[in-house]
């Protein structure tokens, strides 16, 4: 069922964001003290765009979902809650909006290198058919991105914002009053939960991540992937497909080589850790949801 708000009943997570104030239970873990609340209202300053919906209720371990570059803006939310509800069928399912301005400004980039121009980029908020459209013309995009001033680059400033939005969702779940949850993120979104999980780990007394699910995720190999392994109780499942050419052009291209984990996986030994390869029903970065049954 939908929820209109923050809060769910029965003490699932207590938070709402209302008016650009974070309203949480505070439990005094360190990432719920004065830092917390310092990072909730920096970023909240920055980002309007930033809330906590509830979609459904329910009583198992909740589950917050974070979606990204182009997906954000869409108003399909569909496929991502059917995948999430089939795989947990009793728990509260949150949706977790944010960045819509810098997700705007490199979907406006993505058509203005197609020649899509300014016209084109105002199709692309309406929804999930601009999306695919952008989607099929990344090698426009790459070069759109090779050629940008960095500091003008929309990829890095989503980039920022999304390891910022990380920050923040830790900050706000080390104030509520649950002791662990879900957490499942698509593109950007994929980024931004692997962030919200990894600084959880640093607080021995914020709550556990049961469970992180990546699809797609806009998140680079690196050689040390520890922290997230150690952060979560059950196990990180990365789904990353061959046929992803935002994560193979755009993204290779704007990170200068870096290759995503949501392209060529994690390849790391860390035992939970868990890459999936789904080539073979993916057939490109906005089909995850509707083709990948989540572990």
């Known amino acids: 069922m939908n929820g209109g708000g923050g809060a769910a009943s029965g003490g699932a997570l ?12 505070v439990v005094g873990a360190a990432l719920g003290g ?3 609340t310092s990072i909730t209202n920096a970023y909240l300053s920055e980002d309007k765009s930033f809330s906590i919906e509830l979609f459904r209720d329910g009583p198992g371990i909740p589950v917050l979902v974070a979606r990204g570059w182009l997906t954000e803006n869409s108003n399909e939310w569909s496929e991502a809650m059917q995948a999430v509800e089939r795989r947990y069928p009793d728990s509260p399912v949150y949706r977790v909006h944010w960045g819509s301005k810098e997700q705007k400004a490199l979907a406006a980039l993505a058509l203005k290198g197609s020649g899509g121009g300014a016209a084109g980029a105002g199709a692309f908020a309406v929804g999930r058919k601009a999306s695919k459209s952008a989607a099929k013309k990344v090698p426009f995009l790459g070069g759109a991105l090779a050629v940008a001033e960095v500091a003008k680059n929309p990829w890095h400033t989503a980039v920022v914002r999304a390891d910022k939005t990380g920050v923040l969702l830790a ?14 993120g698509h593109s950007l979104g994929g980024r931004v939960m692997i962030t919200a999980a990894e600084t959880l780990g640093t607080d021995p007394d914020a709550p556990r991540i049961q469970t992180l699910h990546t699809l797609g995720a806009a998140e680079g190999k690196k050689g040390d992937w520890r922290p997230l392994n150690d952060a979560v109780e059950d196990a990180v499942h990365n789904y990353y497909s061959a046929n992803d050419k935002v994560l193979e052009i755009a993204y290779r291209t704007a990170q200068v080589g870096d290759k995503a984990i949501g392209r060529y996986g994690f390849g790391t030994a860390f035992p939970k850790i868990h890459d999936h390869e789904v080539t073979d029903r993916v057939g490109g970065h906005t089909e995850y949801f509707g083709s990948v049954t989540l572990r």
């Open 14 to 25: 207590a938070f709402g964001v209302t008016g650009g104030t974070c309203v949480v239970t």
């Open 34 to 36: 004065a830092l917390g």
């Open 171 to 184: 900050s706000i779940l080390a104030r509520t009053e649950i002791d662990r949850c879900i957490l499942v």
